[in-house]
């Protein structure tokens, strides 16, 4: 039977021999990991499910892909749209690391919000 639990024994009691299943070994980044910690306090049967199922670490790598592509998206356009680009970085360096970094502020805004805090 596939189901069935075997046991161990230490010192006269029994414990059952449970293992959970494998799990792919992906390094997680800052979007996993903010997605691990939102899951563990808000999420916490999908937080299990996903673990017991060693479903965790490639939800997780998904997530960080995710998060990462749709950055790569947002951030070129909202540049586009406020009309920031080499012409700005030629003559105003300044001003086109403060706008970039307002951009990116904002996409990072838009990933938390639709990738990993959902």
């Known amino acids: 039977m596939k189901n069935e639990i075997t046991?161990?024994?230490h010192n006269g009691l029994y414990y059952p021999d449970l293992a959970?299943?494998?799990q792919?070994?992906?390094i997680i980044g800052k979007y996993a990991n903010l997605?691990?910690?939102f899951m563990k306090k808000h999420r916490r049967g999908t937080y299990t499910t996903l673990l017991t199922e060693g479903q965790l670490n490639e939800h997780l790598h998904n997530i960080d892909i995710?998060?990462?592509n749709l950055l790569d998206d947002i951030i070129p356009r909202l540049a586009h749209e406020r009309g920031i680009g080499?012409?700005?970085k030629a003559h105003n360096p300044l001003q086109w690391a403060a706008?970039?970094?307002n951009i990116k502020a904002s996409a990072e805004e838009i990933v938390l919000r639709e990738v990993?805090?959902?």
Do not use: C, G, S
């Open 35 to 37: 997605r691990l910690d």
């Open 24 to 26: 792919t070994n992906h």
């Open 66 to 68: 995710q998060a990462h």
């Open 116 to 118: 990993v805090y959902q």
């Open 99 to 101: 706008e970039m970094n």
């Open 7 to 9: 046991y161990t024994e």
């Open 86 to 88: 080499e012409v700005l």
């Open 20 to 22: 959970l299943p494998e």
